[in-house]
């Protein structure tokens, strides 16, 4: 199997010098790529970039994390939380997505690079988070849906004092701007916004955001309401 020199030089630079993570990733590229060739996983297939705004972008959020329990809300094709969990070893993820086949992939992908530590769902965003409000420190999502959206799906979901890393792209300011009256609403408050610049330049965003106190249990609202009519003010 071909090496990965991006991902490999990233790893290293940033204290995961192990052969075995650099090994799991090599082969996670390897299952997207297959996988790929028979259902729309992704747009992105070249090698470079498949290291570059997924994996290296996935690990950006490594050193906010919080907490051992973590929540990835709409997680496609694993990302970001199967490059987190496979340098995370010792902290629990679960990783939720309404695409069955998506939920498929993930189920290989946990098999092949044997990550014991992730848990994967088939279910919509709300249901699930109305079964499960507050179980966990801390929720990820990426390139799922716009802010307002987001923290309505994950806030209820995570435990006071716990965070909400939301990964975004240089136009994320608009959407925080109409994300103020859910994150008052749920009782959380933006932490700090921290920027990233991807090899090849492109700049990356992470919302952190705190819960400050409980979330009304009425939310998130269900019938597909925090996508189709968010709460934006």
Not at 82 to 88: G, Q, S, T
Not at 151 to 164: N, Q, R, S
Not at 206 to 224: T, V
């Amino acid at each position: 199997m071909e090496n990965m020199p991006l991902i490999s030089k990233y790893l290293c630079d940033n204290g995961y010098d192990s052969q075995e993570i650099a090994d799991k990733f090599s082969r996670y590229f390897y299952l997207l790529t297959e996988w790929n060739k028979k259902f729309n996983l992704t747009a992105v297939t070249d090698k470079e970039e498949v290291e570059t705004k997924h994996f290296i972008d996935s690990l950006l959020g490594d050193k906010i994390l919080n907490g051992n329990t973590v929540c990835d809300i709409g997680c496609g094709a694993g990302f970001p939380s199967i490059p987190l969990a496979i340098v995370n070893p010792n902290r629990n993820f679960t990783l939720v997505d309404s695409v069955n086949k998506k939920i498929t992939f993930i189920e290989e992908v946990v098999k092949e690079l044997s990550l014991f530590n992730v848990d994967f769902i088939h279910q919509r965003s709300e249901d699930f988070a109305i079964k499960n409000y507050q179980s966990f420190d801390c929720c990820v999502a990426r390139a799922v849906a716009s802010l307002p959206t987001l923290a309505e799906y994950t806030l209820p979901l995570i435990k006071v004092g716990g965070i909400f890393l939301a990964y975004k792209g240089i136009n994320y300011k608009e959407e925080l701007q109409n994300s103020q009256k859910i994150l008052s609403i749920l009782n959380s408050k933006v932490k700090n916004i921290h920027e990233f610049t991807l090899p090849g330049g492109d700049k990356r965003f992470i919302i952190e955001i705190k819960k400050l106190s409980d979330s009304p249990k009425k939310y998130p609202r269900s019938g597909n309401k925090p996508r189709l009519q968010p709460i934006i003010g």
